[in-house]
């Protein structure tokens, strides 16, 4: 029998002996394409995670705060959690706003496996090159790198 990894209980990232990271499933929410993910798919796959796409999912109705015109950060992050599977990193074009704040540009479980960005805001004054940038550095900081 094998002893629990300490880190894995942690909810840290695993390497691989080559320094690979645990699997990170890109989730397309709502109006995110395909395409859109296809950039940050490489720059993470380039940060050393292993990167796949998992089925688009729509955001819950029940997430968005018509007062704010913003949905609720914390109520989309239940889409995400899957204890025992893989990391999933939720990518959305919507507005986020978590409870204290006035919006969000990411937001994630530490320790888990869940964590979702906006690219609404990431998107102000950005050129294509600087929104990839800020894309990467706010994903890549949400599933662990």
Known sequence: MLAPDPDRARGA????????????LLVPLDTVSALVLE?????LAAKGFGVGHAPPAQLPASAYDRSRGRYRAELVMALMREPRGPRLLGVTERDLYAHGMNFVF???????????????????????????????KEGGARAGA
């Open 13 to 24: 990232a695993r390497t691989s002996p080559l320094g690979f990271r645990d699997p990170v």
């Open 39 to 43: 950039e940050p798919a490489h720059d």
């Open 106 to 136: 990411g937001i994630a479980d530490s320790p888990g496996r869940a964590a979702l960005i906006s690219l609404c805001r990431l998107r102000v004054g950005a050129d294509a090159d600087t929104l990839r940038t800020r894309a990467l």
